[in-house]
């Protein structure tokens, strides 16, 4: 799932994804805020509680891994590389949930160029961008993966 673009390679395709994946957000957010209303049976205040760690995997990281993780969101087909399935990292690691490389990853910021990963979103540029300071995008890193930790096959 690794590998290795020549420089410059697989931005421009980035660039024509994004409103899709902008409108697939949008998507998943409104059924988050759907299935949010269902559970709690109340439509006000609870729009107010921070999303639950997978939430936060709904709404950022479903539409090309999947809601359950596996890999089959509904952007996947339009990826060059085929999202990773989130479940089976702690198996491919010999049974030990790799945290450290999963925050990485998702951060991406610190991946060095050749070894980035070409199709995954630089999240920790994008939530900075969205106006999260250091510690709320290291807090968000932390939740998601300790998500991705807990729904290992
Ligand atoms: C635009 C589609 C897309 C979105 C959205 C996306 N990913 Fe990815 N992700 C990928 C692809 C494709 C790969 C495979 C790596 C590559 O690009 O070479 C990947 C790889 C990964 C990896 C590396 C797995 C490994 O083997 O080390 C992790 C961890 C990951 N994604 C987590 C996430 C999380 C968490 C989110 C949400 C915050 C997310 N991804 C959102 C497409 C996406």
Known sequence: MMSCPSPGRGYPSRRN?????AAALALFTLLGCTERENRSGETTSDTNLKPTPRELFVENCATCHGVD??????????????????RLLKQANS???PTLKVQRSI?????????????????????????????????RTVLIASYIASIQD
């Open 69 to 86: 993780g596996s890999g089959n969101g509904p952007l996947a087909a339009e990826l060059r590389v085929t999202p990773v399935n989130l």
């Open 107 to 139: 951060d991406g910021r610190g991946m060095p160029k050749a070894h980035g990963l070409p199709e995954m979103p630089v999240w920790g540029r994008h939530w900075i961008r969205e106006g999260l300071t250091e510690a709320e995008v290291t807090a």
């Open 17 to 21: 994804l994004l409103p899709g994946i």
């Open 95 to 97: 049974g030990q949930f």
